[in-house]
């Protein structure tokens, strides 16, 4: 199968150090299912990377004058060194199994859509938690936007846009074809325009939203989210928690209704599965890293499919 896997920003840790430890136990799971013969590409979050890189750049500027860089090029920054953590953990884990293949990161940009209402109403959370007091002196020292995320803290908001066209997606596929195993789409994409020629933007694009559209632009099998949690559940952290094992697309849409998924953390996980369920007819599945087999196995995770 053609799988496309999208991991969570947040399960890479938030130092570089932190993250090189994680992806080599990310990597084996991975080399499990290209080990299965499957066709893996990998996308990935940049939330708290993406936010550290800006946040350090904003710091630096105070202290000793240096030039600011832009929010796109904070995305491109972490899409590198994500992907270079990921891609070399991956073949030092291939080359371990004797698997001859190789692994390369795409530095992908995604379109959107200058006047998207996004802009207007930002609501992707990047970078660290903060208190609320914490957040609300930040909100008036740098005139950020911060909401509070999933009970877990507040966070710094920006624009996040409905991804339109991935840019590379033609290397991307050839890239595929040949055997390779591919890291593309970091972070959800680093958004761009097209305002006579491509530019970037300050944006972040939601990784699991842009990982659907590569997914069906890739005719993929099957789209894997991976997350925090093994399997989707209404009703979460309270005593009455019922964990999905299968999941139709006519239920989802009934969830969604009763805000039975946070707008933060599993509703755009949920949308993105019913983005390339709907328009695929084939199935997606959200569960941990470590279930990954399992899930694809029908032994663990949820499973979206469309309703007959």
Do not use: W
Request: glycine share 8%; net charge negative; with cysteine.
């Amino acid at each position: 199968m053609k799988i496309v896997i999208a991991l969570g920003g947040n399960a890479l840790g938030n130092t570089p150090e932190q993250q090189k430890h994680l992806v080599k136990e990310t990597s084996k799971h991975i080399t499990d299912l290209i080990e299965e013969g499957h066709d893996v590409v990998i996308t990935h979050g940049n939330g708290p990377q993406v936010g550290m890189i800006n946040l350090a750049t904003e710091e630096a500027n105070k202290q000793i004058n240096t030039p600011e860089i832009p929010f796109p090029e904070c995305g491109a920054m972490s899409q590198g060194y994500i992907g270079y953590h990921l891609q070399n953990a991956i073949q030092a884990e291939l080359k371990t199994r004797n698997i001859n293949k190789n692994c390369a990161s795409i530095i992908t940009q995604v379109l959107v859509d200058k006047n998207d209402e996004a802009f207007n109403n930002p609501t992707k959370p990047i970078g660290s938690f903060y208190t609320k007091e914490e957040a609300e002196k930040l909100e008036k020292s740098q005139k950020q936007t911060f909401k509070e995320d999933a009970g877990r803290g507040y966070r710094r908001v920006i624009a996040s846009p409905k991804p339109l066209q991935i840019i590379e997606l033609d290397i991307i596929k050839d890239m595929i074809d040949k055997g390779n195993v591919v890291i593309a789409c970091g972070g959800g994409g680093i958004p761009v325009i097209n305002d006579n020629g491509i530019k970037g933007i300050d944006a972040v694009i939601d990784k699991d939203k842009t990982s659907a559209k590569l997914a069906k632009d890739l005719n993929a099998d099957l789209l894997i989210i991976l997350t925090a949690v093994d399997k989707v559940a209404i009703n979460y952290g309270k005593e009455n928690q019922i964990n999905l094992d299968t999941l139709t697309t006519t239920e989802a849409n009934k969830y969604i209704e009763n805000n039975e998924f946070a707008p933060g953390s599993m509703l755009p996980k949920i949308e993105a599965c019913l983005d390339f369920v709907n328009n695929t007819n084939k199935k997606a599945i959200i569960t941990s890293l470590d279930k990954a087999k399992e899930a694809i196995n029908k032994n663990s995770g949820t499973t979206i499919i469309k309703e007959n």
